[in-house]
């Protein structure tokens, strides 16, 4: 899962020291925890920390943002002694730069969908801390209401429903095309729902090629189908290019200058903290892509990493910090889901958490994680990117040429 939120750095890494001060007497050297998260996000952590009670050691908490992969770089005195990695599909490409995982955890990181991520030769270099759910929409049900309209059981029906609310005088989607993970998000759930074999297989090849094939195009076009409708998202193309993942949820539930967003489970206290009214909140999740077909539902989640060396202090942390409980304020905060859990959460993530654990469901890890450099923002977040500019609201003639276009510009990626 890419990170949603830039962390607020100066011309350092801002540190905050939590646990005991033995550190700053030179008694004992810190824990440094490197994250992705800033705002709420890292005060609900800070939270979980403070929750672990008393530590014979320090914790400081490194906030990197998006250059979180900047903390396999060389090592020093100051370098994390461990990542809570928001891209569990970079484990298999640092595996000289980690630790094993401690023999009491292994276990925790061979559950599912992480396995094949985090375990490498019958050794786990992984432990699962946060799992997300990257195929939900959040909706204001009063506008639904009001024009009508119920959640779509089918992508035609997402479709008609866009159209409908558009007729009506209202903007249905807000798009965070600023944080190119959420379009890759949403190619993903489309490729995901019409050929799951090829999605598979893409996750798993050791040379992907996604130009190669002929579903992703078609992915391509159905997507684009969405989102080159006149009027169909919230301030434009313009806006939509520059607006970051709090500020869309923001868009529908702050401002409520649109109808919907696609956002995982982790929008939650964004939405609580900014929605106008409070009870007027749902949670649809992406529907399949034609009839009799299963719906697609795409995970990502932060896993935690022990950097080489390792200590016995962050094998400690690691431990406490993978206890059943330990999560406890994060969950009570929201926004926040624990692998293989269906309690404890508001009625929505509730819905999430039972989606991701029921038998049958068509369930694949982020494939923009596992495509390597593909994935990142100078492969697909800049294809979809550049797609988004061409059909941004002129209307379905635009999609093909700009489907060839992106497919050209996806080869150029690929080498």
């Given at each position: 899962m890419r990170s949603s939120r830039r962390a607020f750095l100066g011309a350092a890494a801002t540190l905050v020291v939590a646990g005991c001060s033995s550190d700053v007497l030179g008694l004992r050297r810190s824990?440094?925890?490197a994250v992705s998260w800033s705002g709420q996000e890292l005060r609900a952590f800070h939270k979980v920390l403070d929750g672990l009670g008393r530590l014979d050691y320090p914790v400081e908490v490194v906030p990197l943002g998006d250059d979180i992969s900047t903390a396999f770089g060389a090592r020093s005195t100051r370098r994390p002694d461990i990542v809570m990695l928001p891209q569990p599909g970079l484990v298999p490409r640092h595996l000289h730069d980690l630790e094993p995982i401690?023999?009491?955890?292994?276990d925790l990181g061979r559950a599912r969908l992480w396995k094949e991520q985090l375990v490498h030769d019958g050794t786990t270099y992984g432990v699962p801390f946060k799992t997300a759910h990257k195929s939900a929409v959040w909706y204001r049900p009063s506008v639904f209401q009001q024009v009508g309209v119920q959640p779509p059981r089918l992508w035609a029906d997402w479709l008609d429903l866009n159209r409908t609310l558009t007729q009506a005088g209202v903007t249905p989607l807000s798009l965070a095309a600023g944080d190119g993970?959420?379009?890759?998000?949403?190619?993903?759930?489309?490729?995901?729902g019409i050929a799951p074999a090829v999605y598979a297989g893409l996750a798993t090849a050791a040379d992907?090629?996604?130009?190669?094939?002929?579903?992703?195009?078609?992915?391509?076009?159905l997507l684009g189908t969405m989102w080159s409708a006149p009027g169909a998202l919230a301030g434009g193309v313009k806006r939509s290019l520059v607006q970051q993942f709090p500020d869309a949820v923001v868009e529908v539930f702050g401002h409520r200058r649109a109808a919907m967003v696609l956002a995982s489970d982790f929008a939650e206290p964004v939405v609580r903290s900014f929605a106008a009214d409070p009870d007027d909140t749902g949670v649809f999740t992406f529907p399949p892509l034609e009839?009799?077909?299963?719906?697609?539902?795409v995970v990502g989640g932060d896993v935690m990493v022990l950097p080489k060396p390792t200590t016995e202090d962050a094998r400690d942390l690691v431990r406490r910090l993978a206890a059943p409980t330990a999560t406890d304020p994060w969950i009570k905060e929201g926004g926040f889901l624990v692998d293989g859990q269906v309690s404890g959460y508001s009625p929505e993530l509730t819905r999430l958490a039972e989606q991701l654990t029921r038998p049958g469901e068509q369930l694949q890890f982020d494939l923009s994680d596992l495509l390597g450099r593909l994935g990142d923002i100078n492969g697909l977040w800049?294809?979809?990117?550049?797609?988004?500019?061409?059909?941004?609201?002129?209307?379905?003639?635009?999609?093909?040429?700009?489907?060839?276009?992106?497919?050209?510009?996806?080869r150029e990626v690929e080498g």
């Open positions: 824990v440094r925890v401690p023999d009491d955890l292994a993970w959420v379009l890759t998000d949403f190619l993903e759930n489309v490729l995901l992907p090629r996604p130009s190669r094939q002929p579903q992703f195009a078609a992915a391509l076009r009839p009799g077909a299963a719906a697609p539902v800049r294809v979809l990117t550049d797609f988004l500019t061409q059909i941004g609201g002129r209307g379905a003639a635009v999609v093909p040429e700009a489907v060839d276009a992106a497919m050209s510009e996806l």
